[in-house]
């Protein structure tokens, strides 16, 4: 029981001394304007890491949530030069967002891939059709469209709406893992696929509703980041799968599923996004940046091996 | 008679082995000569593995001494039993698929060069003249993984060999083998024992232990019942040795009229089961069980939709029923309480609760998908109550509880669906004895209420005590289905071992 409890708590303690300990080195850092753009800049990723802290609970892995964030962008961008309505477009680009992550789902579960290669090779054909639809150059999204823009750069009640999207996906993400049953589901298929099956449980459908979840959020984040930007990049995105990935982990999820809270990927990501910040705040070039993400992953995935042990 | 034979090249005196504290085996004898073939029987779960393994040097004695070419031996692993001239074929393969039949039989002493390349002429030369030896056709430079699971075995009888040992152990070897095979096996048998090596061969097979040993040795439970000279005995002497336990435990059959046949099986096919065709009816429990590997467990997962059929139908109280996945089954009416709990049954970093719930969740949702707290933690009290499951707390993490709990919990997720046709399997193993009384009278209680029951058990004195009827299953056929008053143990092992109940089919 205590050394659950200790497993929960780390990354909460991580946060906190880390905290303290920026806040000593940088008198910025506990601004009011710092905080919120530490929070704005962590909100995709956590929002990212939430899908794909759902995936990883079941085990598996998905590595092509930033090609779709890219995908998704381009295709909000050219929907934005139509005729469609906003309320359209943007329900066309989540759903697409599902679709994409369902048909990884249905390949890892029917093809019987493993998840690893499934979204890599998702990952690099969605890359490829985002610099293909695109020409490779970044297309201009929204410009003069204020309702779109407000997604990534509006205030409501002096919080950024992504912070706002961000804490709505946490919160509808904790009500579904916690108290519902396709959130029991993805537990009992990360705990035991077989024991799972055994009890009558639709292990694939699950599964595959898992992917889509993932492919759904890493849509929305493309949404937001292109409504942030005014502008979708064909090579937004690259690398973010690594740092839901990190996130997920650092919050104290085991790689091996069963096991893992949504409190503890935002905390992770709030980790990683502080780290980032407090280098900026010091002036550290970006390379030690990458260094220090590093090793924070190392610290943590170590610890989780010492309780566990 | 004895007198007569030479001195044993081997003798184990005084074997004990425990398991965390479980004794697999107690002070057992057991004696091995040159130039003859030993054969080692008993029932599944009487020890001959375990004892086998520790001579093999796969397992550590608790207690005794082993004695080998008259000198004490002591052994640090297989690699050391091998080198001192001690060679087992185990039950199970053990091979690299992706090599080849003479990488596999020279895996880590591969002949070299003397430039220190590996030697490939003499590799292929010699795998090759052990497979002469036996028969086999294939080129020693075939793919592993691309041969049947026969002349894989075969492939391990031929690694087996090239160690030159001077005892050989042969744990169930002609399982996967065809006919062909198994003759050119005798044969190479045959010339190991001319030669003056001691050949140790344990196989359910009466017949090849008639037609190949010399000395008997009969385990059980653990313990040596006896060792003869094969020509001092008959089938029937044999098998009473084997299974002539009594029967010490009480077993609280209750009689219940049986109610309509709720599970119909008519002429099942799978990869693993063959025309199998039976019923079960509400409020009866028949009781499956056969040796080790004779497909229990495989009968039952195809029935559960856990593994493909390809023929025959099947019905459940009267209706078609065609089960694609276990998803299907549960929602038909059926439980499947699986013989390993740890790796099939439970979730055991989740709780009582949460394992007990799992398979009924959809009873505890309320509005916007919410679960009921409060509606699964009384089902699941409800059940912790009923089976008596300690400690008496849903919140319990599965891991922590006994075997016997944790079976309970096994069993409480099985009965949570409301099940007219409940699949048990092995459902006291790994139990205590008192945890092993409660699950009894559990039993029963269903039985009363009126559920079909499929028990498999390796278990004899429980499959007789508890079952209405008994099916006996050989080789994926079942070569039997008994009334509870003309089934003894010696005609369940006659059936078992596929003496009988051929004709049947």
């Given at each position: 029981?205590?050394?659950?409890?200790?497993?929960?708590?780390?990354?909460?303690?991580?946060?906190?001394?880390?905290?303290?300990?920026?806040?000593?080195?940088?008198?910025?850092?506990?601004?009011?304007?710092?905080?919120?753009t530490v929070l704005r800049q962590t909100s995709i990723n956590v929002v990212i890491a939430t899908g794909m802290?759902?995936?990883?609970?079941?085990?598996?892995?998905?590595?092509?949530v930033g090609?779709i964030l890219a995908?998704a962008g381009?295709?909000?961008?050219?929907?934005?030069?139509?005729?469609?309505?906003?309320?359209?477009?943007?329900?066309?680009?989540?759903?697409?967002?599902?679709?994409?992550?369902?048909?990884?789902?249905?390949?890892?579960?029917?093809?019987?891939?493993?998840?690893?290669?499934?979204?890599?090779?998702?990952?690099?054909?969605?890359?490829?059709?985002?610099?293909?639809?695109?020409?490779?150059?970044?297309?201009?999204?929204?410009?003069?469209?204020?309702?779109?823009?407000?997604l990534g750069?509006?205030?409501?009640?002096?919080?950024p709406v992504p912070i706002?999207l961000m804490?709505?996906v946490l919160?509808?993400?904790?009500?579904?893992?916690?108290?519902?049953?396709?959130?029991?589901?993805?537990?009992?298929?990360?705990?035991?696929?077989?024991?799972?099956?055994?009890?009558?449980?639709?292990?694939?459908?699950?599964?595959?509703?898992?992917?889509?979840?993932?492919?759904?959020l890493a849509a929305m984040a493309g949404i937001i980041s292109t409504a942030r930007l005014?502008?979708?990049?064909?090579?937004a995105g690259t690398g973010f799968e690594?740092d839901a990935?990190?996130a997920?982990?650092?919050?104290?999820?085991?790689?091996?599923?069963?096991?893992?809270?949504?409190?503890?990927?935002?905390?992770?990501a709030?980790?990683i996004g502080?780290?980032n910040?407090?280098?900026?705040?010091?002036?550290?070039?970006?390379?030690?940046?990458?260094?220090?993400?590093?090793?924070?992953?190392?610290?943590?995935?170590?610890?989780?091996?010492?309780?566990?042990? | 008679?004895?007198?007569?034979?030479?001195?044993?090249?081997?003798?184990?005196?005084?074997?004990?082995?425990?398991?965390?504290?479980?004794?697999?085996?107690?002070?057992?004898?057991?004696?091995?000569?040159?130039?003859?073939?030993?054969?080692?029987?008993?029932?599944?779960?009487?020890?001959?593995?375990?004892?086998?393994?520790?001579?093999?040097?796969?397992?550590?004695?608790?207690?005794?001494?082993?004695?080998?070419?008259?000198?004490?031996?002591?052994?640090?692993?297989?690699?050391?039993?091998?080198?001192?001239?001690?060679?087992?074929?185990?039950?199970?393969?053990?091979?690299?698929?992706?090599?080849?039949?003479?990488?596999?039989?020279?895996?880590?002493?591969?002949?070299?060069?003397?430039?220190?390349?590996?030697?490939?002429?003499?590799?292929?030369?010699?795998?090759?003249?052990?497979?002469?030896?036996?028969?086999?056709?294939?080129?020693?430079?075939?793919?592993?993984?691309?041969?049947?699971?026969?002349?894989?075995?075969?492939?391990?009888?031929?690694?087996?060999?090239?160690?030159?040992?001077?005892?050989?152990?042969?744990?169930?070897?002609?399982?996967?083998?065809?006919?062909?095979?198994?003759?050119?096996?005798?044969?190479?048998?045959?010339?190991?024992?001319?030669?003056?090596?001691?050949?140790?061969?344990?196989?359910?097979?009466?017949?090849?232990?008639?037609?190949?040993?010399?000395?008997?040795?009969?385990?059980?439970?653990?313990?040596?019942?006896?060792?003869?000279?094969?020509?001092?005995?008959?089938?029937?002497?044999?098998?009473?040795?084997?299974?002539?336990?009594?029967?010490?435990?009480?077993?609280?059959?209750?009689?219940?009229?049986?109610?309509?046949?709720?599970?119909?099986?008519?002429?099942?096919?799978?990869?693993?089961?063959?025309?199998?065709?039976?019923?079960?009816?509400?409020?009866?429990?028949?009781?499956?069980?056969?040796?080790?590997?004779?497909?229990?467990?495989?009968?039952?997962?195809?029935?559960?939709?856990?593994?493909?059929?390809?023929?025959?139908?099947?019905?459940?109280?009267?209706?078609?029923?065609?089960?694609?996945?276990?998803?299907?089954?549960?929602?038909?009416?059926?439980?499947?309480?699986?013989?390993?709990?740890?790796?099939?049954?439970?979730?055991?970093?989740?709780?009582?609760?949460?394992?007990?719930?799992?398979?009924?969740?959809?009873?505890?949702?309320?509005?916007?998908?919410?679960?009921?707290?409060?509606?699964?933690?009384?089902?699941?009290?409800?059940?912790?109550?009923?089976?008596?499951?300690?400690?008496?707390?849903?919140?319990?993490?599965?891991?922590?509880?006994?075997?016997?709990?944790?079976?309970?919990?096994?069993?409480?997720?099985?009965?949570?669906?409301?099940?007219?046709?409940?699949?048990?399997?092995?459902?006291?193993?790994?139990?205590?004895?008192?945890?092993?009384?409660?699950?009894?009278?559990?039993?029963?209680?269903?039985?009363?209420?009126?559920?079909?029951?499929?028990?498999?058990?390796?278990?004899?004195?429980?499959?007789?005590?508890?079952?209405?009827?008994?099916?006996?299953?050989?080789?994926?056929?079942?070569?039997?289905?008994?009334?509870?008053?003309?089934?003894?143990?010696?005609?369940?092992?006659?059936?078992?071992?596929?003496?009988?109940?051929?004709?049947?089919?």
């Amino acid at each position: 029981m205590n050394k659950d409890l200790l497993a929960r708590l780390r990354p909460l303690i991580g946060l906190v001394l880390l905290s303290v300990a920026v806040a000593l080195c940088s008198s910025r850092f506990l601004t009011t304007s710092n905080l919120l753009t530490v929070l704005r800049q962590t909100s995709i990723n956590v929002v990212i890491a939430t899908g794909m802290t759902f995936v990883i609970l079941t085990g598996g892995i998905d590595l092509s949530v930033g090609s779709i964030l890219a995908f998704a962008g381009v295709v909000m961008a050219t929907l934005l030069g139509t005729e469609v309505p906003l309320i359209v477009s943007l329900g066309l680009v989540l759903l697409l967002g599902a679709a994409i992550g369902a048909v990884t789902g249905l390949v890892i579960t029917k093809g019987k891939v493993q998840p690893f290669i499934a979204t890599f090779a998702f990952m690099t054909v969605l890359r490829g059709a985002t610099l293909v639809f695109s020409n490779g150059t970044p297309m201009p999204a929204g410009d003069g469209d204020d309702a779109f823009a407000f997604l990534g750069e509006g205030y409501l009640l002096d919080v950024p709406v992504p912070i706002l999207l961000m804490i709505a996906v946490l919160a509808i993400a904790y009500y579904v893992l916690r108290h519902t049953r396709f959130g029991r589901y993805v537990y009992a298929l990360g705990g035991n696929e077989e024991a799972a099956r055994l009890s009558g449980l639709r292990t694939r459908l699950i599964k595959t509703a898992v992917y889509g979840v993932s492919g759904l959020l890493a849509a929305m984040a493309g949404i937001i980041s292109t409504a942030r930007l005014s502008s979708a990049t064909p090579t937004a995105g690259t690398g973010f799968e690594l740092d839901a990935i990190a996130a997920v982990v650092v919050g104290g999820t085991s790689l091996s599923g069963g096991s893992g809270r949504i409190s503890g990927t935002l905390l992770g990501a709030l980790i990683i996004g502080i780290l980032n910040n407090a280098l900026n705040l010091l002036n550290v070039p970006s390379y030690y940046q990458m260094i220090a993400k590093g090793v924070i992953i190392l610290i943590a995935v170590l610890l989780d091996r010492k309780t566990e042990s | 008679m004895d007198a007569a034979a030479g001195q044993p090249i081997l003798e184990m005196r005084g074997i004990t082995k425990q398991f965390s504290g479980i004794p697999a085996l107690s002070g057992v004898d057991f004696r091995a000569f040159p130039g003859e073939v030993m054969a080692l029987l008993g029932e599944n779960g009487a020890g001959k593995s375990t004892l086998m393994k520790i001579l093999a040097g796969a397992h550590d004695r608790t207690a005794g001494e082993i004695a080998f070419r008259g000198a004490p031996l002591e052994l640090t692993g297989p690699r050391d039993a091998q080198r001192k001239g001690i060679s087992i074929i185990h039950q199970e393969l053990n091979l690299v698929q992706d090599l080849s039949i003479a990488e596999n039989i020279f895996l880590g002493r591969e002949p070299v060069t003397r430039l220190g390349n590996l030697d490939w002429k003499a590799l292929n030369a010699g795998a090759e003249q052990l497979l002469r030896r036996l028969g086999v056709q294939a080129s020693p430079k075939t793919r592993v993984g691309t041969l049947s699971v026969g002349q894989q075995q075969m492939v391990e009888i031929a690694k087996a060999l090239s160690f030159d040992a001077s005892i050989i152990i042969m744990d169930e070897p002609t399982g996967a083998l065809a006919d062909a095979e198994s003759a050119s096996l005798f044969n190479v048998i045959r010339e190991l024992k001319a030669s003056g090596k001691a050949v140790i061969y344990i196989s359910h097979r009466l017949k090849e232990v008639f037609e190949l040993s010399d000395r008997v040795t009969v385990m059980r439970d653990g313990k040596l019942i006896g060792e003869v000279a094969t020509s001092a005995l008959t089938e029937d002497s044999v098998i009473e040795m084997m299974v002539g336990r009594r029967l010490t435990e009480r077993y609280p059959h209750v009689e219940v009229a049986p109610g309509p046949v709720r599970l119909a099986v008519d002429n099942l096919e799978s990869r693993y089961t063959h025309r199998a065709s039976f019923s079960v009816r509400g409020g009866e429990i028949v009781g499956v069980t056969g040796l080790m590997g004779a497909g229990r467990t495989e009968l039952a997962l195809a029935l559960f939709g856990a593994l493909a059929r390809t023929g025959g139908t099947l019905s459940l109280d009267g209706e078609p029923y065609a089960p694609g996945s276990p998803h299907e089954a549960v929602s038909r009416g059926m439980a499947y309480v699986s013989e390993d709990r740890k790796q099939r049954g439970l979730l055991l970093g989740l709780s009582i609760k949460d394992n007990i719930a799992l398979p009924a969740l959809k009873q505890f949702e309320r509005r916007v998908f919410y679960l009921s707290d409060q509606a699964e933690r009384a089902a699941a009290r409800g059940y912790v109550e009923k089976l008596a499951i300690r400690p008496p707390r849903e919140d319990q993490v599965v891991r922590r509880l006994s075997g016997g709990n944790q079976q309970k919990v096994s069993i409480a997720k099985g009965l949570i669906t409301a099940p007219k046709v409940l699949i048990l399997d092995e459902p006291t193993r790994g139990v205590d004895v008192g945890a092993k009384q409660e699950i009894y009278q559990l039993i029963n209680g269903l039985k009363r209420d009126g559920l079909a029951i499929l028990m498999i058990s390796s278990e004899m004195p429980e499959i007789l005590g508890m079952s209405d009827r008994i099916m006996v299953i050989h080789e994926g056929t079942v070569t039997g289905m008994l009334e509870r008053g003309e089934a003894t143990q010696e005609t369940i092992m006659r059936l078992a071992i596929g003496l009988e109940g051929r004709q049947r089919e």
